[in-house]
């Protein structure tokens, strides 16, 4: 995973009372399609006591019309184009969460971004858990063309490597959600311990 560093002063707001530090940054969620990012992007937006956002809604709101569909009506490169202002615009707000779509992180401009404005945090999930999460889902233009298994697959192979470069990296399972947030934390307190330590404060006992 890449270092980070940073010369931002230390947070005048304390810790949140459910956990011992507070992110320096945006928490920017990647992954592909049914790694689990918007369950689990709310529930460690709630445990941090922060905002939540969802780029895919973002998106579509500025667009005014549905994922799948934005190409389509404004012309090819138009969703990569959109997506990218989007985050940006989500990257400038106070810190929060966020959750981005299934492709964000594999564009080069967005995926640059993100690593020099935020906590980049890889839900990397295998493909039996993806494909369990996805099959049979009306929600997912990627997989419209069918044979969901070698899409999926295909996937995996070709932007896993890229996802590599993110600050943290969390296994998911067939697990609850909470379980899997205990973990994301765990796997940030050691990233802002070490490249942070000014932001990394004790829960008292």
């Known amino acids: 995973m890449s270092e980070g560093s940073d010369n931002t002063s230390v947070p005048t707001r304390p810790a949140s009372p459910l ?15 049914g790694c689990g990012k ?3 992007g709310k529930r ?37 184009a959109g997506e990218h202002r989007v985050i940006t615009r989500l990257l400038n707000q106070p810190v929060h969460v966020i959750a981005t779509g299934c492709l964000s992180f594999t564009y080069e401009e967005t995926r640059n971004l993100i690593m020099e404005r935020a906590i980049s945090v890889w839900l990397k999930a ?9 099959i049979g889902r009306k929600d997912r233009p990627l997989l419209e063309s069918g044979n969901e298994e070698a899409t999926v697959k295909g996937m995996m192979e070709e932007y ?10 969390v296994q998911t ?3 609850p959600a909470n379980v899997t947030v205990d973990r994301v934390i765990i796997a940030m307190s050691e990233f ?3 490249q942070f330590p000014d932001y990394h404060v004790l829960k008292s006992v």
């Open 160 to 169: 896993y490597p890229l996802f590599e470069v993110s600050n943290v990296c």
């Open 44 to 80: 460690l937006a709630k445990r941090f006591d922060l905002a939540f956002s969802d780029s895919d809604q973002e998106v579509e709101a500025a667009a005014g019309c549905d994922i799948g569909d934005i190409d389509n009506v404004f012309g090819p490169g138009s969703m990569q």
């Open 192 to 194: 802002i311990k070490k």
């Open 38 to 40: 918007t369950s689990i």
């Open 173 to 175: 399972y067939d697990e």
């Open 126 to 134: 295998d493909l039996q858990t993806l494909l369990a999460r996805v």
């Open 19 to 33: 956990v011992g530090f507070m992110p320096p940054k945006p928490v920017v969620i990647i992954g592909l399609m």
